[in-house]
C-alpha cells in the first residue's frame, strides 16, 4: 500500500484531518491534508460565478476552497491515485470535473478547451456541445457554448508547459494566479537543496513576454507550501518580522548562514522582494 492508498483510507474514513495530524509526523501526511496549505490563496478575493481551472491539483489540498469559492471548478492532475483521494476528500461538492489519467501528460491545450467547451453546453441542458476542428488542429465549439476560463491556477509544480495551457484556456480578463519557489530565496542559500526555478525578473518576463502585462506579486513566509503570512508589494515585512529560519522537513540541512540575519539585511536594503522563499504571482492579460 502506497502513500495516497493510505491518504485514500483516511479522507474516507471521516476522521477530522486536523486531528488525525496531531499524532502523525509524516511529512506526506502534512502536505497533502493540512489546512495550512489553503493560506496560500485563502486571501484572495475570486468571482462567485466564475469557472476556474485548477492545473495540478494533486490530493485536493485546494481544489474544496476553490469549489466553496466559484461556480465551477476543472480539477487537472495525471496522477490518477491522487485524483482518487481529491474526489473522496471534496465529495460532497458537485461542481467540481476531475481530469486525470497517466497518458494525459499534463494535458494538451486542445483537450482542456475541449472539455470546457463540452462542460459548458452540458451545463446548459443541450447536451455536450458539438465540436469542429479548425485548420490549427485544434477544437473548435460552435457558438452558444462558454469558452474558457475566468481563472487558471498553478499552485506548485510549475512549468513552462502549464504557463502556456493556461494563457491558451484563459478567458480575455482572466486571471492566472501561481505560486513557485524562488530561484534565489534565503532557504537555497543557508545550505537546503535549490530547485530547479525561477527568480522575480526571469518568471516576471516569462510572463510579459506571453502578454500579461498587469503583475501583482505577493510573498508566503516561511514558503507558498506552508505560509502563516502574505506581504505583498505595498506591504513588505519590516526589520524583525521574520523570526526563524524556514523549516526544513525532508532533508536535514547544515545552515551556512544565519538566515534571520541576512533576511534583516536585505529587508534593510529594500532587498526582500529578489530573495523571498517563494512567490506567488497574480497576472492579468
Known sequence: MDIYDKLL?????????????????SYEYLYHLSQIRQ?????????PDARLLELGAECGALTGLFAKRVREVVAVEDNEKKTAVNK???RTYNNITYVTGEGLNELTRAGILSMAKGKAGEAEGSGVAEDTTGEDGIKQAKSGAEVGFDYVTIIGGFTMDKLKTASFVLKPGGTLIIAVENKYGMRY?????????YSRSQLMGQ?????????YFFYPVPDYTFPLEIYSEKNLPTKGSIKQPTPVYLK?????LDEVKQFDMVIEDKKFEEYANSFVVVAHK
Open 9 to 25: 483510507e483516511i479522507v474516507s474514513s471521516g476522521e477530522d484531518l486536523e486531528d488525525f495530524l496531531t499524532h502523525e509526523e
Open 189 to 197: 542559500w543557508s545550505g537546503e537543496e535549490r530547485p530547479y526555478t
Open 252 to 256: 536535514d540541512k547544515i545552515l551556512t
Open 88 to 90: 473522496e476528500r471534496n
Open 39 to 47: 493560506n496560500v490563496i485563502e486571501w484572495f478575493s475570486f468571482k
Open 207 to 215: 510572463l510579459k513576454y506571453r502578454g500579461y502585462d498587469r503583475l
